[in-house]
């Protein structure tokens, strides 16, 4: 887990690609969320890295069973996704 990667996610969710819902979002993992992110920031996050970035930001997770991914209450406000 990078600092610098950290506030990476950070910055790319204050920019509104993704925002808080009520319930927890089952179709996107955080791995997925990860490649997006970094497809859409053009460097590289870890998992390990998003999955903090988020919880700072309080958004709400819930971890996968037998899995290091997490689904967060998240829904995503940027077109170019299809989840």
Request: hydrophobic share 40%; no cysteine; glycine share 2%.
């Amino acid at each position: 887990m990078e600092p610098k990667e950290i506030e990476a996610v950070k910055a790319w969710v204050a920019r509104g690609v993704i925002s808080k819902r009520a319930t927890i979002n089952r179709k996107l993992t955080s791995y997925m969320l990860k490649h997006i992110a970094e497809r859409d920031m053009g460097v590289y996050i870890s998992n390990e890295s998003l999955i903090q970035a988020l919880k700072e930001l309080d958004f709400r997770l819930n971890k996968i069973t037998r899995s290091p991914n997490y689904y967060f209450n998240i829904t995503m406000n940027y077109p170019r996704v299809q989840h």
